[in-house]
């Protein structure tokens, strides 16, 4: 009975194993926190562990379930907090060295600019559009999820991807995107207004995440000259001793600015053929300590 047991856990470690990451990535793209998904995780293999497994058709499915309905309800008291916090909220940024995708088909679903529209959409329907254009699901499958019929759950796809779309732009290539960053980041470096300027989309937003514990902007900075003078400004105040690396966050490259090896602010852009037209700059420390400085 005894190696019964065992084995029959081994199996259910083994089942969770395998799924992990995209669990993970479920909850990280409905969330946009690292801890937040972490705790949904685990609550998840809880369950899991405490089901009776031979009932269980599909590990897969069970557990992306029981994930995706977790996460709806955790999106449902995060959007109250989010609204009583100080200054812009961002997501959490989140290391993609290892994994671009995060357990997904799809990169662009991490991507800061797309988290932050998602934070517009009912926890429905962003359970809806992560499933299918982040994990491609099918509509029967989603349904089940939400215990809905097939043809509502294409509706709540439906809004949610035109929701997304009044927004949206084309994205560009990854050496495109990093080109902009390179040369934000050359004249950032040397204070250059005139360069810093011509990577901007005439129409640029900065918006800033301290969250109340370090200093940071309280409202989007708009437009080409006002952004401009704000990240030189930035760099003017920065203390002696930063460094920046160019690292992978949310499935692109971003900057981690870092004293004394100890990231203090991240920096990630949103390009279009106009050139950026977002920068994300994250300096809340408590969102920051995944990140370690590459040696």
């Given at each position: 009975?005894?190696?019964?047991?065992?084995?029959?856990?081994?199996?259910?470690?083994?089942?969770?194993?395998?799924?992990?990451?995209?669990?993970?990535?479920?909850?990280?793209?409905?969330?946009?926190?690292?801890?937040e998904?972490?705790?949904?995780?685990?609550?998840?293999?809880?369950?899991?562990?405490?089901?009776?497994?031979?009932?269980?058709?599909?590990?897969e499915?069970?557990?992306?379930?029981?994930?995706?309905?977790?996460?709806?309800?955790?999106?449902?008291?995060?959007?109250v907090?989010?609204?009583?916090?100080?200054?812009?909220?961002?997501?959490?940024?989140?290391?993609?060295?290892?994994?671009?995708?995060?357990?997904?088909?799809?990169?662009?679903?991490?991507?800061?600019?797309?988290?932050?529209?998602?934070?517009?959409?009912?926890?429905?329907?962003?359970?809806?559009?992560?499933?299918?254009?982040?994990?491609?699901?099918?509509?029967?499958?989603?349904?089940?999820?939400?215990?809905?019929?097939?043809?509502?759950?294409?509706?709540?796809?439906?809004?949610?991807?035109?929701?997304?779309?009044?927004?949206?732009?084309?994205?560009?290539?990854?050496s495109?995107?990093?080109?902009?960053?390179?040369?934000?980041?050359?004249?950032?470096?040397?204070?250059?207004?005139?360069?810093?300027?011509?990577?901007?989309?005439?129409?640029?937003?900065?918006?800033?995440?301290?969250?109340?514990?370090?200093?940071?902007?309280?409202?989007?900075?708009?437009g080409?000259?006002?952004?401009?003078?704000?990240?030189?400004?930035?760099?003017?105040?920065?203390?002696?001793?930063?460094?920046?690396?160019?690292?992978?966050?949310?499935?692109?490259?971003?900057?981690?600015?870092?004293?004394?090896?100890?990231?203090?602010?991240?920096?990630?852009?949103?390009?279009?053929?106009?050139?950026?037209?977002?920068?994300?700059?994250?300096?809340?420390?408590?969102?920051?300590?995944?990140?370690?400085?590459?040696?």
């Open positions: 009975m005894s190696h019964a047991a065992d084995s029959d856990l081994d199996d259910a470690v083994e089942a969770f194993q395998r799924v992990r990451r995209r669990l993970f990535g479920i909850a990280y793209r409905m969330l946009g926190s690292v801890s998904a972490e705790d949904i995780v685990q609550e998840a293999w809880l369950r899991w562990q405490s089901t009776d497994r031979t009932l269980v058709r599909s590990p499915a069970f557990l992306m379930t029981t994930t995706t309905r977790l996460a709806i309800t955790a999106a449902t008291t995060a959007r907090r989010h609204e009583v916090y100080v200054g812009p909220w961002l997501p959490e940024p989140v290391s993609t060295t290892d994994d671009p995708a995060l357990g997904a088909e799809s990169a662009e679903t991490l991507a800061v600019a797309v988290l932050l529209m998602l934070e517009r959409l009912t926890p429905t329907e962003r359970a809806v559009y992560v499933l299918r254009e982040a994990f491609e699901y099918p509509f029967a499958q989603i349904a089940e999820v939400l215990e809905t019929s097939e043809s509502n759950a294409r509706q709540i796809g439906r809004r949610a991807r035109l929701h997304l779309a009044e927004e949206r732009h084309e994205p560009v290539s990854d495109e995107h990093d080109r902009l960053l390179e040369a934000l980041l050359a004249a950032m470096r040397l204070g250059d207004l005139e360069s810093l300027e011509a990577v901007l989309a005439e129409d640029v937003v900065s918006i800033s995440d301290g969250g109340g514990v370090v200093s940071a902007s309280r409202r989007p900075v708009v080409r000259d006002h952004v401009g003078r704000f990240l030189a400004g930035v760099v003017r105040k920065a203390r002696a001793g930063f460094r920046i690396d160019v690292v992978k966050v949310n499935s692109r490259s971003s900057a981690l600015i870092s004293y004394d090896d100890e990231p203090a602010v991240v920096i990630s852009i949103d390009g279009s053929a106009a050139g950026i037209e977002g920068i994300y700059v994250v300096a809340n420390p408590t969102k920051l300590q995944g990140l370690g400085v590459a040696r």
